[in-house]
């Protein structure tokens, strides 16, 4: 009966029974996941009436039967994984129109015939598909599907080509490839991109593939701990030196049996986003493996590390003077203005935070981290499940899972204010929660405080230009966290006005007050 409810998540419990056929009526769900439970039974084809589902996971049941037809009626599905159960017949012709999906698994059930021809079916690794009854198609590891329909007649071929000599070779000879094609399907594989990506390509391009996946793991000494460098919410992150000289960063996903399939949407969306981006604000993409034991990313290396560290750090904090700071906002806004406004379709990154942003040796900024990455699709609706870190996401998606590049600013504009304060402003601006429904972001702000008092006290205040510099990227900042995300200002505009010559100070530094600073009218774009 909760008909607003949005996410519902009671997946690794003793659930029993067959699933109730009035989820249906749950129609705003975005999320649904019932894993690992003891459902039976048949898959409800009122599913099929969950137009805003986003996510479905049913794996590891013991639900049997067709999968309804009716879940081809999902066009906002991303992901879908109903492994590990005993459903069986063929999948659905109508999952043709499941537009949107991009992640499936339907390993371990009794399935046959072919899988649908959309790009989250034809993706999919082989390991989304195995141990079922006789699935085909044009996908990882899988027969075609001629071969299966056309049995007999091949048996006729082969029979007729046993009786000559040039026969036989012919059939030993296919025999061999067909040997050599299961070895290579089998075979553990890392991927470089080719040349045009970096110079990591000209260095270890001529190896053989399972030599650079032993390199990677030589190189972080089997993963080891002490080669840590970092740690996130999908991965640990580690410094490796190859055998060239050269140093990389090697991200390697956390190995989860419940977040499985969501690890390798962010692994694989990851590679998709980066692989053709190419500014100098953004971390490069060089390589990445998929296997069974462990998956990770190959990038450059940034000397310094994310943001949050640099800021956490009494000694390193003291050497982020406030043109160093003024250099890190405007790298972080050419990033976004670049992957706003110059990439097609535009990509949305929703995770922007101080542990995001990485620092090279001269204290350039470089956005890392795409795993949560959206692009943003013209003729959809782009409605989504929650992404981003909490603290930095924007108000509005308290209440709403729209995602467009009006999150990313308000990101930018919190990140900012935590480069100009030295820490998280979450004591200086209100709660997301309330805020989401204020009409301005600044209610519960004391508006008379002096900017000088809110800024980080570990470096001398700034001075001349630098102080107009400052002044005026914090009107920024609050312009990018207004409550409505319309009077928010684009990446584009925002990355214009930070290279503008910067207005002289009204008055004395040392007068300014956080009122000063706040917005007089709102920007649309």
């Known amino acids: 009966m909760l008909s607003q409810l949005q996410f519902l998540n009671l997946a690794s419990n003793n659930l029993g029974g067959s699933i109730p056929k009035q989820l249906g009526e749950c129609s705003n769900l975005v999320q649904l996941n019932l894993s690992h439970n003891k459902f039976i039974g048949s898959i409800p084809s009122e599913i099929g009436f969950l137009h805003f589902l986003g996510n479905l996971d049913l794996s590891g049941n013991v639900l049997a039967g067709e999968i309804p037809s009716q879940i081809g009626q999902l066009k906002q599905l991303e992901t879908m994984n109903l492994s590990h159960n005993k459903l069986s017949g063929s999948i659905p012709t109508a999952f043709v129109d499941l537009v949107s999906l991009t992640a499936v698994d339907i390993s371990y059930n009794e399935l046959e015939g072919p899988i649908p021809k959309i790009k989250g079916f034809m993706e999919a690794p082989f390991e989304a598909f195995m141990n079922n009854s006789g699935l085909c198609g044009n996908a990882s590891g899988l027969k075609p599907c001629i071969l299966l329909t056309s049995r007999r007649k091949s048996t006729k071929i082969v029979i007729l080509i046993l009786f000559s000599l040039p026969g036989s070779l012919l059939l030993l000879l296919t025999m061999v490839g067909c040997l050599y094609f299961r070895h290579q399907t089998s075979r553990e594989r890392i991927s470089f991109l080719g040349e045009r990506q970096s110079p990591l390509s000209f260095a270890v391009w001529g190896y053989e593939e399972e030599i650079l996946h032993e390199t990677i793991i030589q190189a972080t000494n089997n993963f080891n701990f002490n080669n840590c460098i970092g740690k996130g919410g999908y991965g640990i992150v580690y410094r490796a030196m190859l055998p060239t000289g050269q140093v990389v960063a090697v991200k390697k996903l956390h190995p ?213 510099g400052v002044v005026n990227i914090i009107k920024i900042a609050f312009a990018c966290l207004l409550a409505n995300p319309q009077s928010r200002p684009t990446m584009r505009q925002v990355a214009s006005q930070l290279i503008a010559r910067w207005p002289p100070l009204a008055k004395s530094f040392s007068a300014i007050t956080l009122e000063d600073l706040m917005p007089q009218t709102t920007v649309t774009g």
């Open 256 to 468: 989860s049996r419940d977040g499985e399939l969501m690890n390798f949407i962010t692994f694989r969306n990851e590679i998709h986003i980066l692989i053709d981006i190419r500014h100098r604000n953004i971390v490069k993409l060089y390589g990445f493996c998929s296997l069974r034991e462990h998956s990770f990313l190959v990038y450059e290396f940034i000397e310094r590390g994310s943001l949050k560290m640099n800021l956490s750090s009494e000694e390193q904090a003291m050497d982020l003077d406030w043109n160093r700071r003024l250099n890190v906002v405007k790298g972080v806004a050419n990033a976004l203005s670049y992957l706003h406004h110059d990439c097609s379709p535009p990509i949305i990154h929703r995770d922007i935070s101080s542990s995001n942003v990485l620092l090279d040796l001269e204290y350039e900024a470089h956005v890392s981290d795409f795993g949560t990455a959206r692009l943003l699709m013209p003729d959809s609706t782009n409605w989504t499940s929650f992404a981003g870190t909490f603290g930095y996401t924007a108000p509005e998606l308290a209440y709403t899972m729209r995602v467009n590049e009006k999150c990313d600013v308000y990101s930018f504009g919190m990140v900012t204010m935590e480069v100009i304060m030295g820490i998280h402003p979450g004591d200086l601006i209100s709660s997301l929660s309330a805020s989401a429904f204020s009409s301005s972001l600044f209610s519960q702000i004391n508006q008379h405080s002096l900017l000088k008092d809110v800024m980080d006290q570990r470096i001398p205040l700034p001075e001349n230009r630098v102080a107009e």
